[in-house]
């Protein structure tokens, strides 16, 4: 197994979505680098239910960062229940997105203090902090971005293709409303300042990773760092590992494969690992310009995760010796 990079004391920073970002993020944080490590999270699937703010990915981060996520579906609560979601369902309200009650407690408070005008960055912090979580969460920004998806029929809210329509919809396209007007904050511009490593989580390209990097001026901070910028593939095989990538990739245009992802982020990355199965497509990856990785990308464990972690940090601090090297 290879040995955790010694990225010297700078910030190792994860950009993620939900349930595969938050997964590889726990991979870092066990290589002994939660101090130093920060996930900029995606909130382009955040929306508005029974009058609360619900953020998906910073919630599935931050409980799996905190150890009570449910292993079973990636997201929501080890052990939750859901007695106030069948009391809201008695009432005649649709629960088609499933709230458990201990999580309906995040909602609550976020909500709370949001309404209250603090931003959502402070308010995920004083959660993190309170679910003893040493790690920094940060959402990309706290601007509200929804993602909508355009469909041949119209257009859906994210929520509402991912899990009301659960994804059958084909997607022609997809948007991130309002985001000419959101700006990356304070926070997350400082820790991409004091990185020594940028990790992109195997999470999908277009509707995770694609709307941090499309908050103005993020992707161009992304294009002028002098440190290591990684990614692990979403894609193995042809196939998304969890959710709809494959299928958006491929409406979008996009070839299914990490060479696919490899280039819609090749503006600014300087590698990539990809599944022993995909071992073949390294010569053309690398062709793009960007280093090729081959490993077992799979987390089905939490030994996975953290083995993935080291060997991506590891490679990482490889292609940094070569980038000073020049
Ligand atoms: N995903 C589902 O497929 N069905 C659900 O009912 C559902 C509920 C849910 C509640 C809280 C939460 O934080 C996440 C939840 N998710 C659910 C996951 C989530 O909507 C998606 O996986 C992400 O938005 C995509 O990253």
Same mark, same amino acid.
């Given at each position: 197994?290879?040995?955790?990079?010694?990225?010297?004391?700078?910030?190792?920073?994860?950009?993620?979505?939900?349930?595969?970002?938050?997964?590889?993020?726990?991979?870092?944080?066990?290589?002994?680098?939660?101090?130093?490590? *920060?996930?900029?999270?995606?909130?382009?699937?955040?929306?508005?239910? $029974?009058?609360?703010? @619900?953020?998906?990915?910073?919630?599935?981060?931050?409980?799996?960062?905190?150890?009570?996520?449910?292993?079973?579906?990636?997201?929501?609560?080890?052990?939750? &229940?859901?007695? +106030?979601?069948?009391?809201?369902?008695? $009432?005649?309200?649709?629960?088609?997105?499933?709230?458990?009650?201990?999580?309906?407690?995040?909602?609550?408070?976020? +909500?709370?203090?949001?309404?209250?005008?603090?931003?959502? +960055?402070?308010?995920?912090?004083?959660? =993190?902090?309170?679910?003893?979580?040493?790690?920094?969460?940060?959402?990309? *920004?706290?601007?509200?971005?929804?993602?909508?998806?355009?469909?041949?029929?119209?257009?859906?809210?994210?929520?509402? $293709?991912?899990?009301?329509?659960?994804?059958?919809?084909?997607?022609?396209?997809?948007?991130?409303?309002?985001?000419?007007? =959101?700006?990356? +904050?304070?926070?997350?511009?400082?820790?991409?300042?004091?990185?020594?490593?940028?990790?992109? *989580?195997?999470?999908?390209? @277009?509707?995770?990773?694609?709307?941090?990097?499309?908050?103005?001026?993020?992707?161009?901070?992304?294009?002028?760092?002098?440190?290591?910028?990684? =990614?692990?593939?979403? @894609?193995?095989?042809?196939?998304?590992?969890?959710?709809?990538?494959?299928?958006?990739?491929?409406?979008?245009?996009?070839?299914?494969?990490?060479?696919?992802? =490899?280039?819609?982020?090749?503006?600014?990355?300087?590698?990539?690992? @990809?599944?022993?199965?995909?071992?073949?497509?390294?010569?053309?990856?690398?062709?793009?310009?960007?280093?090729?990785?081959? &490993?077992?990308?799979?987390?089905?464990?939490?030994?996975?995760?953290?083995?993935?972690?080291?060997?991506?940090?590891?490679?990482?601090?490889?292609?940094?010796?070569?980038?000073?090297?020049?």
């Amino acid at each position: 197994m290879e040995t955790v990079a010694a990225t010297g004391s700078g910030l190792v920073v994860a950009l993620a979505g939900g349930v595969g970002g938050a997964k590889l993020s726990h991979g870092l944080a066990l290589n002994g680098l939660e101090e130093r490590l *920060c996930v900029i999270v995606n909130t382009g699937d955040d929306f508005t239910l $029974y009058g609360l703010h @619900i953020s998906p990915d910073l919630d599935t981060v931050l409980y799996t960062l905190a150890g009570i996520a449910n292993p079973q579906t990636g997201w929501g609560i080890l052990g939750d &229940t859901d007695h +106030t979601l069948r009391m809201i369902g008695r $009432y005649g309200r649709e629960t088609w997105f499933w709230l458990g009650d201990r999580d309906l407690a995040t909602h609550i408070l976020r +909500t709370e203090r949001l309404r209250a005008g603090a931003r959502l +960055t402070d308010v995920t912090a004083e959660l =993190a902090a309170a679910l003893g979580v040493r790690a920094r969460i940060l959402p990309m *920004c706290d601007e509200a971005v929804p993602t909508i998806v355009e469909t041949p029929t119209g257009s859906l809210p994210f929520q509402d $293709y991912f899990v009301r329509r659960r994804q059958k919809d084909t997607v022609v396209g997809v948007r991130f409303g309002g985001i000419e007007r =959101a700006r990356p +904050t304070p926070e997350v511009l400082a820790a991409l300042d004091a990185a020594a490593v940028v990790v992109l *989580c195997p999470s999908n390209p @277009i509707v995770s990773i694609g709307p941090i990097v499309a908050v103005p001026g993020l992707r161009e901070r992304l294009r002028a760092l002098h440190v290591p910028i990684v =990614a692990v593939s979403p @894609i193995v095989a042809g196939q998304a590992l969890k959710g709809p990538a494959d299928r958006m990739l491929a409406t979008l245009g996009h070839e299914v494969s990490p060479r696919g992802v =490899a280039r819609l982020y090749a503006d600014f990355l300087d590698g990539i690992v @990809i599944d022993n199965q995909d071992a073949a497509l390294a010569p053309v990856i690398e062709e793009l310009g960007i280093a090729v990785y081959v &490993t077992d990308t799979v987390m089905r464990s939490e030994a996975d995760r953290q083995r993935l972690a080291a060997e991506t940090l590891a490679f990482a601090e490889r292609l940094g010796k070569r980038v000073e090297q020049g």
